[in-house]
């Protein structure tokens, strides 16, 4: 399978889905014009991984700066890793972001909460 790979923008992240690893990873600052446009793309390329997945999966998030449409988005990818989760497959999250922000842990915290993954939240300094 081909992997992901999304340049960042201004308004984009970075993306790096590795299907031959099974890490993924999101970084950068994620404000996107249209989100549904730019967040189909990763749960397609989800759903296609899932037919023959990696062992485990590593989910790498750093955000530095992410907008409400985009983090019911990135709820909605948790909710789908979450999913792959719950029928069997090995799923781990990290959730990156800098030791002053508190808004992006404290996003993370909400996101811990819900999402029946392994969550790990991690400092950044």
């Not at 984009?12 to 031959?20: K, N």
């Not at 792959?84 to 800098?98: D, R, T, V």
Request: hydrophobic content about 40%.
């Amino acid at each position: 399978m081909k992997e992901l790979v999304i340049e960042k923008t201004v308004k984009t992240p970075y993306v790096h889905f590795d299907a031959e690893s099974g890490i993924l990873k999101i970084i950068g600052r994620s404000i996107p014009e249209n989100p549904d446009e730019f967040f189909s793309k990763l749960f397609n390329w989800i759903n296609e991984y899932f037919k023959n997945p990696q062992s485990e999966t590593l989910i790498n998030v750093q955000l530095e700066y992410i907008n409400s449409g985009s983090s019911k988005f990135i709820l909605e990818f948790f909710q789908l890793i979450q999913s792959y989760k719950s029928l069997g497959f090995s799923c781990k999250i990290s959730w990156h972001y800098e030791e002053d922000d508190e808004a992006v842990l404290e996003l993370g915290k909400h996101y811990q909460a819900i999402i029946d993954v392994p969550f790990k939240l991690v400092e950044i300094y």
